[in-house]
């Protein structure tokens, strides 16, 4: 007997039961952008390893050590997307679509990262991304930001999540920055642990994301990036939080808070929940203005965001909002004899065209009333529909209620659809 074949470790099945949560929370969030004006981009999987090399920085965790790449049959270096926004990048730059235009894209699906997969965090996993291009203002980073406020709403979790805010400033204030904490870095590096003595070369700004107790207490006496700013970045943070706060959005500002690749500037957002133990962020994204450029277009400004929907769905599960998704059935057929079976199915069909937000399924491959009730009960449907010889001989059909005490009834057949339509 040959061995069954799994799944690759940390790409999982997402299987029937589970299903229902993720059309929730998809729909959810398609809903919630559409309202706001933005217009979904498909992207491919696989890109040019070299996209991801220019703009996430070769010497970043994820180029070198989290990528899924190969050599395909011509010798090309391919890469499966890691993430979202490189690529968005790229379809807009190849396609005309950013300069001197204003866009407010968003898209879903699978990203792969070769990480040690734990609960949250896994080797396949899908996003959902926002990307906007061509405002330069703290407006639009404002309204990204309110969308996001929104999603937590619509899923009753807004209460579970809170807003970390700061600014990341120009890459010029940046990198005066970045020079400085290195110095300060350089004459604590007995105390740094071996993970950030390697970020202090590639990315010193990673080292102040370091969970190390003993070095964030020194980090505490580490400069300031905000002493770095000049006006128009000043400016730009302060107009942002005026605007939370006129939309009622309430903020920690977090002045360690970075983001892992290179090419944030300005805003950096993320939003955290104490709900799911160490995997925290629900919800990361910022300005990005350069790049763009950086990747061969022209100089456009740019802001965006992405969550990961295994740890959303994983938030909902742990909070118990997946128990009031819809079930995949709210009407359950049930047929006894040759005439039934033959003809009840034309009811169903017209019932469907009246209906097309009921979720009807039918019994197939036959079986007693005993069977076919555990069927009934077992697709998590509210109601049975009896079709038997008597029925269908007087055109009639017995309802029964599957998770009442209400007592079965018999109606006309063309009574059906306002009993359905007051019932469900």
């Given at each position: 007997m040959s061995k069954n074949i799994q799944a690759i470790r940390g790409m999982n099945d997402c299987l029937p039961?589970?299903?229902?949560?993720?059309?929730?929370?998809?729909?959810?969030?398609?809903?919630?952008?559409?309202?706001?004006?933005?217009?979904?981009?498909?992207?491919?999987?696989?890109?040019?390893?070299?996209?991801?090399?220019?703009?996430?920085?070769?010497?970043?965790?994820?180029?070198?050590?989290?990528?899924?790449?190969?050599?395909?049959?011509?010798g090309d270096s391919l890469t499966l997307r890691p993430e979202g926004t490189a690529s968005c990048v790229r379809a807009g730059n190849e396609h005309g679509l950013l300069y001197n235009q204003i866009q407010r894209l968003w898209y879903m699906g699978p990203?792969?990262?070769?990480?040690?997969?734990?609960?949250?965090?896994?080797?396949?996993?899908?996003?959902?991304?926002?990307?906007?291009?061509?405002?330069?203002?703290?407006?639009?980073?404002?309204?990204?930001?309110?969308?996001?406020?929104?999603?937590?709403?619509?899923?009753?979790?807004?209460?579970?999540?809170?807003?970390?805010?700061?600014?990341?400033?120009s890459n010029e204030e940046r990198a005066e920055y970045r020079d400085a904490l290195v110095n300060f870095l350089q004459k604590h590096e007995s105390i740094l642990d071996e993970d950030c003595k390697r970020r202090m070369v590639s990315n010193p700004l990673r080292v102040l994301d370091t969970k190390n107790a003993d070095i964030q207490a020194v980090l505490k006496d580490a400069p300031?990036?905000?002493?770095?700013?000049?006006?128009e970045s000043k400016a730009h943070f302060e107009g942002l939080c005026a605007r939370l706060e006129a939309l009622g959005i309430e903020y920690t500002?977090?002045?360690?808070?970075?983001?892992?690749?290179?090419?944030?500037?300005?805003?950096?957002?993320?939003?955290?929940?104490?709900?799911?133990?160490?995997?925290?962020?629900?919800?990361?994204?910022?300005?990005?203005?350069?790049?763009?450029?950086?990747?061969?277009?022209?100089?456009?400004?740019?802001?965006?965001?992405?969550?990961?929907?295994?740890?959303?769905?994983?938030?909902?599960?742990?909070?118990?909002?997946d128990k009031d998704v819809r079930?995949?059935?709210?009407?359950?057929?049930?047929?006894?004899?040759?005439?039934a079976e033959l003809k009840a199915p034309a009811v169903i069909e017209q019932l469907r065209d009246c209906l097309p937000d009921v979720r009807i399924q039918l019994n197939c491959g036959g079986g007693n009333f005993k069977k076919q009730f555990k069927k009934a009960d077992k697709s998590g449907a509210d109601i049975a529909l009896v079709f038997g010889e008597q029925e269908i001989i007087?055109?009639?059909?017995?309802?029964?209620?599957?998770?009442?005490?209400?007592?079965?009834?018999?109606?006309?057949?063309?009574?059906?659809?306002?009993?359905?339509?007051?019932?469900?």
């Open positions: 039961a589970q299903t229902p949560v993720w059309q929730k929370v998809e729909s959810v969030l398609r809903n919630v952008v559409s309202r706001y004006g933005y217009s979904e981009i498909r992207m491919p999987i696989v890109e040019m390893t070299e996209l991801f090399k220019r703009s996430i920085g070769e010497v970043t965790d994820i180029v070198e050590k989290e990528m899924y790449t190969f050599e395909d049959r011509n990203m792969f990262r070769h990480e040690r997969p734990q609960k949250g965090r896994y080797r396949q996993f899908h996003q959902f991304g926002v990307e906007t291009f061509g405002m330069q203002g703290p407006d639009i980073d404002a309204e990204v930001i309110a969308m996001t406020a929104r999603f937590w709403q619509e899923f009753g979790i807004a209460d579970k999540v809170k807003l970390e805010l700061n600014s990341l400033g300031s990036l905000s002493d770095y700013f000049g006006d500002i977090n002045s360690r808070l970075v983001r892992g690749l290179d090419y944030y500037n300005h805003t950096v957002f993320e939003w955290v929940t104490d709900s799911l133990g160490a995997q925290g962020t629900v919800c990361a994204g910022g300005r990005y203005d350069g790049l763009v450029e950086q990747l061969g277009g022209k100089s456009t400004p740019a802001v965006g965001f992405a969550m990961g929907l295994e740890r959303l769905v994983l938030l909902m599960e742990t909070l118990g909002l079930k995949a059935v709210d009407v359950f057929v049930v047929m006894l004899g040759e005439q007087e055109s009639k059909v017995t309802i029964k209620p599957l998770r009442s005490n209400e007592e079965q009834s018999t109606i006309e057949q063309e009574q059906l659809v306002d009993y359905l339509n007051q019932a469900l």
